[in-house]
């Protein structure tokens, strides 16, 4: 099994939805992560979490919103979805090092 | 603005052949290194660091090089196998144990049979 999963992989909506991109880690991990990937333009932060108590803005957290639910559960959501959202979403954790991170499978999202 | 490049979208090399990946950066507060490599419909995997004490770091086939003085680092992989194709990230860091990675935009390399 996986040790980092994100659902739904794959993912069409329309604009002015909310739409929520769940993740799960069995790593046992304190430290996860939401990346977006566009074309051109890398991997970027937007969301990031030290544990259950502690979430921090990345560098492109407008717009998104996360929950930590659980030590293995963070979730980010987009209150109101616009085109420009559209992206491969990608899911990480890491151990206390920090850089070293495991991604999961991504979510291709599209808004309409 | 772009302070990791990876100037070159896609890269071929033969089986067998040394493969070249090349990223440029532009902060010079960046001193640890990385890069990741990402199969289509997986997420990206870490391949191999440095840290910027040091100008080499060799796992197996894999060597990354770090140039501080031309902001330059290159990973080598001899030699290359059908299951090294894929897309390569490099990425960099401020100080080791900082959350925030800056990643670059990646290379496709493609070894030829």
């Known amino acids: 099994d996986a040790d980092v999963t994100q659902t739904p992989r794959n993912r069409i909506t329309k604009t002015g939805k909310r739409i929520m991109l769940e993740c799960s880690q069995t790593?046992?991990?304190?430290?996860m992560y939401w990346y977006r990937q566009d074309p051109g333009l890398g991997l970027r932060l937007i969301y990031y979490s030290f544990d259950v108590k502690d979430i921090n803005k990345g560098e492109i957290s407008d717009g998104y919103s996360v929950s930590r639910q659980a030590q293995a559960k963070f979730s980010l959501s987009l209150e109101s979805a616009i085109p420009n959202q559209t992206a491969l979403y990608f899911c990480?954790?890491?151990?206390?090092?920090?850089?070293?991170?495991?991604f999961g499978p991504g979510t291709r999202l599209t808004v309409l | 603005d772009q302070q990791v490049k990876q100037n070159s979208p896609s890269l071929s090399v033969q089986e067998g052949r040394i493969s070249i990946l090349n990223c440029d950066y532009t902060?010079?507060?960046?001193?640890?290194f990385l890069w990741y490599k990402k199969y289509p419909a997986e997420g990206p995997t870490f391949l191999i660091s440095i840290s910027s004490i040091k100008d080499k770091n060799e796992d197996g086939r894999f060597t990354v090089f770090l140039n501080k003085s031309a902001k330059h680092l290159s990973l080598h992989i001899v030699p290359s196998q059908p299951g090294d194709s894929a897309v390569y990230f490099c990425?960099?860091?401020?100080?080791?144990?900082?959350?925030?990675?800056?990643f670059g935009t990646g290379t496709r390399l493609t070894i030829i049979p």
């Open positions: 902060n010079s507060m960046f001193d640890y």
């Open positions: 990425a960099a860091s401020y100080n080791f144990g900082n959350e925030k990675l800056t």
């Open positions: 990480a954790t890491s151990d206390l090092a920090g850089e070293r991170k495991f």
């Open positions: 790593k046992g991990h304190d430290r």
